[in-house]
């Protein structure tokens, strides 16, 4: 099992095993979102969990992986599960993307008035050192992007994204 299953799958898929009789419920504190689909569409593609109505569940293989028995479902439950077709992508509809909170930054930056590091603060939920290590190392550095630093008397320092001249054109 070690060498198919990460540290975090193993103890997903343990929890399930041991505390909710083969469905996927829990996640480790740390692990969210999208890190939480990546786990589920990994197992998935190795077909050691299906998905049966909105619940993941663990698999026969998977059972035979952990060297465990599988448990077994009355006649009357195997009727009831629902057959998971997974919809195309004019069924799931336009979902907006999810907007991250770097792009947030970059949005509120390019501005023609830019933004300071309290209104960086407010609008990502972070504290001003990591707004400024954003600041510094992934949008300046990472990103190659010029940001500049605007100081009036009397306000915060402003800092603004500048316009290269194929953006201003």
Not at 28 to 40: C, D, F, M, S, V
């Amino acid at each position: 099992m070690s060498d198919l299953l990460t540290d975090n799958q193993k103890r997903i898929v343990l929890h399930a095993v041991n505390e909710t009789n083969g469905e996927i419920r829990w996640f480790p504190e740390h692990i969210h979102g999208g890190a939480q689909q990546k786990i589920l569409q990994s197992l998935a593609s190795r077909k050691l969990i299906a998905q049966m109505g909105d619940n993941w569940r663990l698999t026969d293989l998977c059972y035979q992986v952990l060297r465990l028995p599988a448990p077994t479902l009355f006649d009357a439950e195997i009727a009831d599960i629902p057959v998971f077709v997974k919809p195309t992508k004019s069924e799931s509809g336009n979902k907006p993307a999810r907007q991250t909170k770097q792009q947030i930054m970059i949005d509120l930056l390019s501005r023609d008035e830019g933004a300071s590091i309290p209104e960086l603060m407010d609008a990502t939920g972070w504290q001003q050192h990591t707004v400024r290590g954003a600041l510094s190392g992934t949008l300046k550095k990472r990103l190659g992007l010029e940001i500049e630093s605007i100081k009036t008397s009397g306000s915060d320092r402003t800092y603004r994204i500048l316009k290269t001249s194929d953006e201003s054109s």
